[in-house]
Nanobody, 128 residues
């Protein structure tokens, strides 16, 4: 069964850190670009970061640049999002996504329309 499963969310104080995981099953994740998105209550889903299938090309939203880091561990079939210096405005449900198709080795995108397979999400709450 093809699945993407996010984990690692939770409640953290402002300034704290979390590491989200996106684990794939039923397919080899390193063949595909992967992105992280988030959706806060009442807001549209926005792209946070993405990583290409090869060469580790990455893109970050301006709002998370220098605070978040995306990476992949192909041996574990998992992509991570390390989130540091968290702010209350980072509170959202975080989703990982991938796209099944033929794309260049350095391609990735933070536009949600680029992706056709999504996980169920993990809640991140930043509050004191």
């Amino acid at each position: 069964q093809v699945q993407l499963v996010e984990s690692g969310g939770g409640l953290v104080q402002p300034g704290g850190s979390l590491r989200l995981s996106c684990a794939a099953s039923g397919f080899t994740l390193d063949y595909y670009a992967v992105a992280w998105f988030r959706q806060a209550p009442g807001k549209e889903r926005e792209g946070v970061s993405c990583i290409s299938r090869r060469d580790d090309n990455t893109i970050y939203a301006d709002s998370v640049k220098d605070r978040f880091t995306i990476s992949r561990d192909n041996a574990k079939n998992t992509v991570y999002l390390q989130m540091n210096s968290l702010k209350p405005e980072d509170t959202a449900v975080y989703y990982c996504a991938t796209v099944f198709g033929v794309y260049g080795r350095t391609w990735c995108s933070t536009w949600r329309g680029s992706y056709n397979y999504w996980g169920q999400g993990t809640q991140v709450t930043v509050s004191s």
